[in-house]
């Protein structure tokens, strides 16, 4: 018969799960950036208050482009706000804008409309999403003035009931180093049937949970602060700090190109160890 989740002991110090909790997102995921992410049109401008920057896609029109926000435990939204890229005191008509917006979780999809102004719009979610992964997904957009031309947005705001839940996101992202940033996502060993996850989190928090299929295995949950340099990661739970060694090795996916994290040495739990696969940007 197999148990719940467990706290793990590390020393004389027991790990509590939910000390370092919170509502604010762990990342944010784009499906593409245009100049490959450079700081004039990265997915963190959308998220940094500043209607003065903007995020802008790499894709051509056609495609899907999303914005993925990942919380650590389940969150209800309630309102989306969008502001698009302003030119004096109007919509800027150069780049494509989004029109009808899909906010959806793991059950449900939402469809929100938008008018083609400058000033942040913010329209209630009916029913309100739930959980921890949400898919802001542009689902129309209006033309710019080539076809070519990218689809931006200079803020994307979600808020639960009066709470907003991005904000002060994109500062913090700017203030992770290189190394740390690439490793902003949810990992997991499988992306059919995960028993692997690490979850690492833009405040400086990682989270990471072993849900094994077999009884004779225990599940395991660890939190704690996690940084990254060059080759390497370093995770500390309840003082005790853990040095692993990473590897991220591109390899093609079929649908595009994605990267594999390899993490190897002395870690808490040896189920932390071998190669992991960031989770899927789109829900299924």
Known sequence: MRTGPVSVMLGT??????????SAPA???ATSEQDGGKPATSMWNAVDGSPA???????????????????EEPTTVTHLGLQLVGKDGMADK????????V???VEHRVEARFKDVADMQFLELTPPARG????????DASPGTTESAPLCLSEVVLKSRGKELTDGLGARARAVNAPSQKLLHQWHDDISAPMRTWTFNVDGTFFYRFAP??????????KGKWSAGTNSLTIDIGGKSYRLATRLTAVDSGGGGSVVLNLSGAAPHPSMLGDFNPAPMLLP
């Open 27 to 29: 990342f944010i995921e």
């Open 53 to 71: 920057t903007m995020w802008c896609s790499a894709s051509p029109p056609g495609r899907k482009e999303a914005l993925n926000f990942t919380f």
């Open 94 to 101: 150069s780049h494509r804008r989004p029109r009808i917006v």
């Open 132 to 139: 921890t992964r949400f898919v802001v997904e542009f689902e």
């Open 103 to 105: 906010v959806a979780d």
């Open 13 to 22: 110090v027991l790990v509590s799960v939910s000390a370092l909790a919170s």
């Open 213 to 222: 299929l077999l009884d004779d295995e225990k599940p395991v949950q660890l």
